[in-house]
């Protein structure tokens, strides 16, 4: 599965004109697709990467996803510091992201690739169920509170709006735990919010049986 959505990713990389706007999410599932990212040999100085989720946490902490990224992959290409968006922690963190967003994709909001990931709760990127930043329309960044049992509560995600505005949706999930929930997705079932997702562009959906 990683090396397909590697593949997916080189191909939609190499497809751009000049800069080339990604999110990626947190979690074990991307790790083996940063790996592989990491050792490939592609013109990353034409790429922007933004988190389509985050802890607000400070980059250091290990709940981080931005510094699980820059451990796994952005430390390892060659890529401006400038080119790599991370949510800064902080009172008005969403309406800020929103605004590099805004101002990095010309105004449109409009991202080339996003990576999302699969909670077995139907979650993806930090839109849960019942979070009310799911009924966010307008906004392309929302606050969320993630419930306890996924590590920190206080989260910014990019909302329905921005991920169905992606030239390219990538959603990845493994292991027999995300199976259920996974097929469910597929099913657009209205009552997990990884089944909301309405993406106007190319849309992926893998799965993979092995962790
Ligand atoms: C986060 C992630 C989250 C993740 C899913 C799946 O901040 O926790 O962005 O949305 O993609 O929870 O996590 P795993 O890949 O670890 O199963």
Known sequence: M???AAGLFKKALLKKE?????????GKTPRRLFRELAAARLPWERAVFFM???RLVPLSSSES???AARGLFFSKIRIPRANLHPVRPGPGAAAAYARELLKETGGSGKLDL??????EDGHTASLFPGSPALKEHKRLVAFSRAPASAG?????????????????????????????????ALRLD??????LLRPGGETHFLFSEKE
């Open 2 to 4: 990683a090396a397909y």
């Open 65 to 67: 996803n931005f510094g």
């Open 18 to 26: 000049g800069r080339f706007l990604a999110a990626v999410s947190g």
């Open 114 to 119: 996003i990576l999302l990931g699969l909670g």
């Open 190 to 195: 209205k009552k997990i919010p990884a089944g």
């Open 52 to 54: 389509a989720d985050e």
């Open 152 to 184: 920190t509560r206080r989260r910014v995600t990019l909302t329905l709006k921005a991920i169905n505005r992606a030239s390219a949706v990538v959603l990845m999930a493994a292991g027999p735990s995300k199976k259920e929930v996974f097929e469910r």
